[in-house]
């Protein structure tokens, strides 16, 4: 005997739904089966189920389209930071800059290679004490290190910062509507519960295979064990592509 299993996937509720609310049968007179608060509860959750999947379609669509943009940014950043510190401890190394001066920038006086910048936020902190230690030292007096310019560096740090929390903006608000949408899910689950036990009770004198048949054209999904030969209906075959 087939048995039965709710869906599990949001193109697959929306099916189920959408299968029955389509249908003619529920909505005559005579015929209905479905009370109307459960129909008006079907379609309430239908359309709040399809409006949350379809904005969480759109605002991670634009997360993941300037995923490319901000690593080119973070890696052009990182070059000019990277590059501007190289130069400051060799200056450092020749005795062009006092040691005590790598304080200003937020290193130790005895560093003698690159900080980690490999994550966004450490490469903006890092590129932040840089421009603030080159501004100081040369406040003091110092002579500015060009090749880069402070100025470049900071150019480019802030193309990529603005790009940062743009994208974190589009990460924030993938994840509350990504929450939304798991909100709406137990309410949609409930009421294709309920049509699916009022279908089924409709068609219990049935007999086995007319009833699955009948249920199925509403929208009803049964598979079938590994044990049993008989193949699943076409709507079952369906539902397993959607969760494959």
């Not at 501007?84 to 304080?103: D, N, P, T, Y």
């Not at 560096?153 to 509350?176: P, S």
Request: aromatic fraction near 8%.
């Amino acid at each position: 005997m087939p048995y039965r299993r709710l869906p599990n996937t949001d193109a697959a509720r929306l099916r189920a739904l959408k299968t029955i609310l389509d249908s003619n049968e529920i909505y005559t007179v005579r015929n209905r089966f479905i009370d109307w608060q459960t129909i008006n509860r079907a379609q309430s959750a239908y359309d709040r189920l399809l409006t949350a999947s379809e904005q969480y379609r759109l605002t991670y669509a634009a997360q993941l389209r300037g995923v490319g943009k901000i690593g080119k940014l973070q890696r052009n950043a990182a070059m000019y930071v990277s590059h501007f510190m190289q130069v400051l401890l060799m200056a450092v190394e020749r005795g062009e800059i006092k040691r005590g001066s790598l304080k200003l920038y937020g290193m130790e006086e005895g560093a003698s290679t690159l900080p980690n910048m490999k994550s966004s936020q450490s490469l903006l902190d890092w590129g932040k004490k840089v421009i603030e230690g080159e501004k100081a030292r040369v406040k003091q007096g110092g002579r500015p290190i060009y090749n880069p310019t402070i100025g470049m560096v900071g150019t480019h740090l802030d193309i990529f910062r603005d790009c940062y929390e743009q994208h974190k903006r589009l990460k924030d608000n993938t994840a509350r509507v990504w929450e939304s949408l798991k909100n709406v899910r137990p309410e949609a689950d409930e009421v294709i519960l309920e049509l699916w036990n009022q279908i089924e009770n409709h068609f219990k004198d049935e007999p086995a295979e007319t009833r699955f048949d009948l249920c199925r054209k509403l929208g009803v999904v049964y598979y079938y064990r590994k044990n049993e030969n008989k193949a699943v209906g076409e709507k079952g075959e369906e539902m397993l592509a959607d969760m494959s």
